[in-house]
Nanobody
């Protein structure tokens, strides 16, 4: 089993920045792709970004490209989501997820492990 713990959420004004962290523990050798998803009230869970540990490949939701950056520290088994130029529409609960292999990083059903989520609120 793998445990994922997110941190770093909070309240920020529009245009501000936050950095989310997701620390993995347990059987971390069984994961290679780590991603971030978000879910706003009344909406479906949405892919935000993902990274592959083995290749360093990244993928982003179009609306966050140029504003968000996903990165990872393999030694610490931690993935980060740096969020800049935040907008009110970025307000959501953000979830970290992990899987060994996936053919579609954007599909939440591909991920085996999930964190408990961290709330991000962007005020206008």
């Amino acid at each position: 089993q793998v445990q994922l713990v997110e941190s770093g959420g909070g309240l920020v004004q529009a245009g501000g920045s936050l950095r989310l962290s997701c620390a993995a523990s347990g059987r971390t050798s069984s994961i290679n792709v780590m991603g971030w998803f978000r879910q706003a009230p009344g909406k479906e869970r949405e892919f935000v970004a993902a990274i592959s540990w083995s290749r360093g490949t990244t993928l982003y939701l179009d609306s966050v490209k140029g504003r968000f950056t996903i990165s990872g520290d393999y030694a610490k088994k931690t993935v980060y989501l740096q969020m800049n130029s935040l907008k009110p529409e970025d307000t959501a609960d953000y979830y970290c997820a992990a899987v060994w292999f996936s053919t579609n990083w954007r599909d939440s059903r591909e991920y085996d492990y999930w964190g408990q989520g961290t709330q991000v609120t962007v005020s206008s």
